[in-house]
């Protein structure tokens, strides 16, 4: 008797669904004029973007949410770019349009948003987005770029958005004005938030790690892909997950209601988080990493103040159904203000490791707020609802010897900023067990 078997259907993997995820982004920071950010009429800009992932469709948003008066955005594109270089590849060139207008007006304290273009870019390479600024304007919205070089042209010289090979850009700068994110659209899993002051936003990242504290290092020349951002997107690409990655620090920034704000013309953290974090497609969770500032500003705010204010920021962000993980603060923090409490012993040129203390001994000054955060962080804050873990970057950065400092190898040369090896410590740090699996 011939025997028969059935055939199983096999069953096909479902389709992966498309959203939109941030590939880059920055937070802006305030609409203060300086050298590049002055007014003017009839000026194009090229800013140089490093996305986080590939992509094969886009949007670009523009925020004028600090300035003061509507700005019209007379053309601008998005192209495949180089680091270093004026020119765009024509081959990977499209103009962004708003609502099919190839023009549009940004109103004081609003963000526009592109049409979809679709223009091919993997995970490494550069992207330019060109903007011409129509008629007369006046101060807008800005974020200090750091390192990349970016190219504007002189006043009046109007529309050169399509010009490829990017001549009459004359001047170079490093200032990313309205523009605030590169959105990709495709099969992602989502995008990844990090949330910070300077030590998130990268300053100091591309310093050397050759001197020993408290020697100086020096900036190394070619090293701009070195922040927080950079490592953990490089971290993600390698363990093959398919998810942005987000930088929205900004320098000066507290997670209090401190001097510190005004001086620096910022909103803290808790200001801010609503319209940058929580604007933010797709989100799968959020790093905060705030603190150091709060306790060393002239305020020198307490670990309870620092505490009750992290709290606020995780409940706002949980309320938003964000998950957050919270960021210990590396070394060093110590109060500058003689004036304050939490003053003690500070490192100074005589004595570099004053205020530094042995293993088990008691700190002074604002080294006893950092070290009862952290112990704060590292248990009461872990229950937070809205928390789903803990980075632990003190543990990572500081020295076993002498814990109130970075260890050498991650010491850009102020004993607060990394250099891009502490950089990429943090990134290391961060636990990647909240995110879905990598597909």
Not at 241 to 250: A, M, Q, S, T
Not at 272 to 301: E, Q, W
Not at 405 to 422: E, I
């Amino acid at each position: 008797m011939q025997s028969t078997t059935t055939t199983q259907p096999v069953a096909m993997p479902a389709a992966v669904p498309s959203i939109w995820v941030g590939a880059w982004a920055n937070a802006m920071t305030n609409a203060v004029g300086n050298a590049v950010n002055t007014g003017g009429s009839d000026r194009t800009f090229r800013f140089l973007v490093y996305p986080t992932i590939g992509g094969t469709q886009e949007r670009v948003r523009f925020s004028n949410f600090y300035g003061t008066t509507p700005v019209t955005i007379g053309a601008a594109r998005l192209s495949l770019g180089a680091q270093g270089s004026r020119q765009i590849d024509t081959t990977q060139d499209q103009p962004l349009t708003f609502s099919g207008a190839t023009s549009v007006v940004v109103p004081a304290g609003q963000v526009v948003v592109s049409d979809p273009v679709k223009i091919t870019f993997s995970y490494g390479q550069t992207l330019a987005v060109s903007m011409y600024l129509k008629g007369t304007y006046g101060l807008v919205s800005r974020h200090d770029g750091i390192f990349p070089q970016n190219y504007m042209s002189a006043d009046g010289a109007g529309d050169l958005t399509a010009d490829s090979s990017g001549n009459g850009l004359t001047s170079t700068h490093a200032e990313w004005l309205l523009l605030n994110g590169v959105d990709v659209y495709g099969p992602y899993q989502g995008t990844f938030i990090l949330f910070g002051s300077s030590t998130t936003d990268g300053w100091r990242s591309n310093y050397s790690s050759t001197a020993v504290y408290p020697t100086p290092n020096a900036p190394v020349d070619g090293q701009f892909t070195d922040r927080l951002s950079d490592w953990l997107a490089r971290r993600l690409n390698a363990a093959g997950y398919h998810i942005g990655v987000v930088n929205l620090g900004v320098p000066g920034d507290t997670v209090t209601d401190d001097i510190t704000n005004t001086q620096n013309s910022v909103q803290n953290a808790n200001q801010r988080v609503g319209h940058d974090a929580l604007t933010i497609p797709n989100p799968l969770a959020m790093v905060t990493y705030f603190g150091s500032i709060d306790i060393r500003s002239p305020d020198c705010k307490s670990a309870p103040a620092i505490e009750e204010a992290t709290t606020r920021l995780v409940s706002a962000a949980h309320a938003a159904s964000l998950p957050v993980i919270l960021a210990t603060i590396p070394p060093s923090a110590f109060c500058t203000n003689p004036a304050q409490a939490n003053f003690g012993p500070i490192p100074t040129a005589a004595d570099p490791y004053a205020g530094g203390v042995a293993p088990g001994s008691t700190p002074n000054g604002g080294e006893v707020q950092r070290i009862a955060l952290n112990q704060w962080i590292r248990s009461t804050g872990a229950t937070l609802a809205g928390v789903v873990a803990i980075a632990d970057f003190s543990a990572a950065l500081e020295d076993p010897a002498r814990p109130s400092f970075l260890q050498s190898q991650y010491n850009s040369g102020d004993n607060f900023h990394p250099n891009g090896n502490g950089y990429h410590a943090e990134a290391d740090a961060i636990p990647l067990s909240v995110l879905p699996a990598p597909r």
